[in-house]
């Protein structure tokens, strides 16, 4: 056997106890309100992919597909994503994941939000402002000009 191996599977038996006891003592002096509160779902962060778009200002363009990528605490609550303030749809997701194909359909500043089902009222809102401007298709892709 390898000595490094075996002084790592040592060292783990020493740790695991003393976390745990880290663990214990750190559960007894949590107040109990915070215990009995109820997790909700909710998204946590928003971002976007533009794909195989490409420009110099800005990568994301009128017409051109890209995604927005929300990461959630509830793997099986929906999400519903927006573009300004209207509805993108309603999407599930998948390991903590949802992945919305995005159009942009007008050029300029797009305010991008997310909230998942089951979102306690007074939750922080996620979101990412983006620019959008014209763009050309080239095959699978698009040349984005402004």
């Given amino acids: 056997m ?3 191996l075996r002084t790592a599977r040592i060292r783990r038996r020493l740790v695991r106890p003393a976390a745990a ?3 214990v003592a750190a559960l ?3 107040p109990v309100a915070l215990l009995t509160a109820p997790a909700g779902a909710t998204a946590t962060q928003v971002g976007a992919e533009p794909g195989m778009n490409y420009g110099l200002g800005t990568n994301y363009a009128v017409g051109c597909q890209s995604a927005v990528q929300v990461t959630v605490s509830d793997p099986v609550q929906p999400v519903q994503v927006f573009d300004n303030n209207g509805s993108i ?3 599930r997701p998948s390991g903590g994941t949802v ?5 942009p359909a007008t050029v300029g500043w797009h305010h991008i939000t997310a909230v998942q089902a ?13 620019r959008v401007a014209n763009g050309a298709h ?6 984005v000009f402004g």
């Fill in 21 to 23: 006891g880290l663990g």
């Fill in 89 to 91: 749809g309603w999407f």
């Fill in 99 to 103: 992945v919305a194909p995005w159009t």
């Fill in 2 to 4: 390898d000595k490094g």
């Fill in 138 to 143: 080239m095959g699978n892709n698009c040349a």
């Fill in 118 to 130: 089951a979102t306690p009222a007074g939750t922080p809102t996620p979101y990412v402002d983006i």
């Fill in 28 to 30: 007894l002096l949590t």
